[in-house]
């Protein structure tokens, strides 16, 4: 098995692979379908070329324990964990049909205010649950927060991918790659979790500051640093503080008391920070109510008081004098307002009246639009309140009667897997599928524990069993005679033939004609073992044109079709073998351009190639194994030039503090950094001045 899977691949007898959806350090990633329950899901492979490597296993392991402990509306479903047969590991997740945060933030930048305070409460909720188990998730980033829209047109989130999350308790040999690099991905990593402060352990306040880093993103479509490298940003976070949100993009403005909030929870010291999940809720949760109030418009008081004071009696005479106490414009506009609150109250009236007809018609969702529009332009319009509590009875009831189509509903589809269940396991059994029929039998069970037929079921597969045994035994006695026949061994082959009589009648009849013929033909010449020897030696020496030629002498000599055939086969596989022999050199040669190119995205290409082509070959899992030893060899020399130019660039400026911090992030990258004690000795030099 490789984690390399073609669409239309069956999964470990169970899971039909639809497309590749992506993959990065520990596996690839499919979406695939459950053939027995119709059912979308997500399969995650370990890589092969990580397969072998003792660490890798753990943490892959490490992710599904973690993921089996959370069980929460806005974290991804963790449904099975196994391994093939070939020994690597798969897990199956539930499948979110909608897009990440990142991929919707590349397509249409920012999102609007109230929906990305809202899709962040909810993905702290969901970290909340994760901080909640005594775990740190460590890798929060738009790409982990899938989102898609529900039912009633709401934006929901969910977080994936728990594969870098850890307890909270020390565990040193995962915390740090063999190069020195932190787990997680830069661009969204606290300063603590670049490991700049020695001795620091991450906690919940690690996964509050990157969830900042996406709500500052989701806000102005712009990250808090201007950087060119990952590493500079992380140079940049614990030496700089982020730009204001405010005027960071002229078109999506963000209200101060919004900034405040997220800037507090990128506080470089982590102290400053909010202490939980629940702090950075509640403070958004604020905000998003001052929004709400802020957006609702009434009826201006003193116009609202002069529609309801009637004509002719006390207040009237007090508008009388205060109105000749005012200039004609000044009348003019209060009339103006007077009369437009009046039209807003009749308006009320008549939208009030029509949305009880839509009540009582059951147009649930035509009478909060109504509402919605009363509660905007005439909040305190008469009835308001009665509707409302109205509405909120009559969804009570729909919300029950749903709540009870849907448990039926349930049970319907429940019976309909059932019956699916027991006609696919009848199926299989009549075709005497044995594999597909234990399948079946699983599946059938686990729906329905107590099913009346199961004893049933069960003695069928154990007879299905007993005689798929014995075809099996059939079979290898018949393939060990033709071997023999093949060798002229006839001794051996008669062995087999009254082994064969005991188990299948048919086939030992067959053979036994066989059999008789061979021995006849091998008498018609004296020299017929000696081309047969030769030809063996042809085979051998992989000279597969003049085999070709002794196997035509051996046909003219008479030899038995059984002994043709089965040197033809042998022919046709040392052909093949010679095939792919070459194949296998040409996909080598290939492989080494592309390593001397640096062309390592090729050159991974084609071992994944070679994989496909020579499923067996133990080859292309130790090219995959090159590339990525020598990825990261490159990369590591790039930081290393990168933070070597910047801390050149601060000893030529003069700047002591930023060339020190700068030498910090260096030393990150590579501890054992050659010119460590020169660059240290020019720093300790400019210092002193």
């Not at 290409?605 to 990525?628: F, N, Y």
Request: aromatic fraction near 4%; glycine fraction near 8%.
């Amino acid at each position: 098995m490789t984690t390399e899977q073609q669409p239309g691949t069956i999964l470990d007898g169970k899971y039909e692979v639809l497309h590749h959806l992506g993959g990065g350090g520990m596996g690839e990633v499919y979406l695939v379908r459950h053939i027995h329950l119709e059912e979308k899901r997500v399969v995650k492979i370990l890589r092969a070329d990580r397969v072998a490597d003792p660490d890798a296993q753990k943490r892959f392991l490490r992710e599904a324990r973690f993921a089996t402990q959370i069980k929460h509306a806005h974290v991804a479903i963790l449904y099975d964990y196994s391994r093939f047969d070939d020994g690597s590991f798969y897990m199956v997740w539930e499948y979110i049909e909608g897009e990440d945060v990142g991929t919707r933030l590349r397509r249409d930048g920012p999102f609007p205010l109230r929906v990305a305070i809202d899709l962040a409460m909810q993905a702290l909720d969901g970290l909340n649950a994760i901080h909640g188990a005594g775990m740190i998730h460590r890798d929060v980033s738009p790409d982990n927060l899938m989102t898609w829209t529900d039912g009633r047109g709401r934006l929901q989130l969910k977080i994936i991918d728990l594969g870098l999350a850890k307890n909270l308790e020390p565990d040193p040999d995962l915390e740090v790659t063999q190069d020195g690099m932190f787990m997680g991905k830069l661009l969204y990593c606290a300063p603590e979790q670049a490991g700049l402060h020695k001795g620091e352990t991450l906690d919940n306040r690690t996964d509050l500051y990157s969830l900042a880093l996406v709500l500052y993103e989701m806000l102005t479509g712009m990250r808090p640093w201007e950087t060119e490298t990952p590493q500079a940003a992380i140079f940049k976070r614990v030496s700089e503080d982020p730009l204001p949100l405010a005027g960071r993009n002229p078109m999506a403005p963000v209200p101060g008391e919004l900034e405040g909030v997220v800037l507090k929870a990128l506080q470089r010291e982590r102290d400053d920070r909010y202490p939980d999940a629940v702090a950075f809720i509640e403070a958004l949760r604020g905000v998003a109510r001052r929004l709400e109030r802020s957006a609702t418009q009434e009826v201006p008081r003193e116009a609202a008081e002069a529609v309801a004071e009637p004509a002719g009696g006390a207040s009237s005479s007090r508008v009388d004098r205060g109105s000749r106490e005012l200039s004609k414009a000044e009348k003019e506009d209060l009339l103006a307002q007077i009369e437009r609150a009046a039209r807003r109250v009749e308006e009320g009236s008549k939208t009030i009246g029509q949305a009880e007809a839509l009540l009582v018609d059951g147009r649930l969702d035509e009478v909060r639009e109504l509402i919605a529009r009363l509660e905007s332009e005439t909040p305190r319009a008469r009835s308001l309140e009665d509707l409302k509590e109205r509405l909120a009875q009559a969804e009570a009831v729909l919300a029950e009667r749903q709540k009870k189509e849907e448990v039926e509903k349930k049970r319907a589809e429940r019976r309909g897997r059932l019956d699916e269940a027991e006609a696919m396991l009848t199926r299989y059994i009549q075709n005497k599928q044995l594999a597909l029929a234990r399948l079946g039998f699983d599946t059938l069970i686990e729906l329905a524990p107590t099913h009346p037929r199961r004893s049933d079921f069960e003695s069928w597969i154990g007879l299905l069993e007993d005689e798929v045994a014995q075809d099996q035994r059939a079979g290898e006695l018949l393939a060990e005679g033709r071997r023999a026949l093949g060798e002229t061994d006839f001794r051996a082959a008669r062995r087999s033939l009254a082994q064969l009589q005991k188990t299948d009648e048919e086939l030992a009849k067959s053979f036994a004609r066989e059999l008789e013929g061979a021995e006849r033909d091998d008498e018609k010449s004296a020299d017929f073992g000696a081309h047969r020897a030769r030809l063996e030696e042809l085979i051998g020496q992989g000279e597969i044109e003049e085999a070709q030629r002794e196997l035509k002498t051996l046909g003219d000599l008479g030899a038995a079709k059984v002994t043709l055939d089965l040197y033809r086969s042998r022919l046709e596989e040392a052909r093949e073998s010679a095939r792919d022999q070459a194949q296998v050199a040409a996909y080598l040669e290939a492989f080494r351009e592309r390593i001397d190119q640096g062309d390592y995205r090729g050159a991974r290409e084609v071992a994944g190639e070679l994989q496909r082509t020579s499923p067996g070959d133990r080859r292309p899992a130790e090219l995959l194994a090159d590339v990525a030893r020598l990825e990261r060899e490159a990369e590591r020399r790039r930081s290393i030039e990168q933070g070597e130019a910047q801390v050149e660039t601060f000893l030529e400026q003069g700047d002591a503090a930023q060339a020190e911090l700068a030498l910090k992030v260096l030393l990150q990258v590579a501890p054992d950094y050659k010119k460590r004690k020169a660059l240290e000795k020019r720093l300790a030099k400019l210092k002193k001045g």
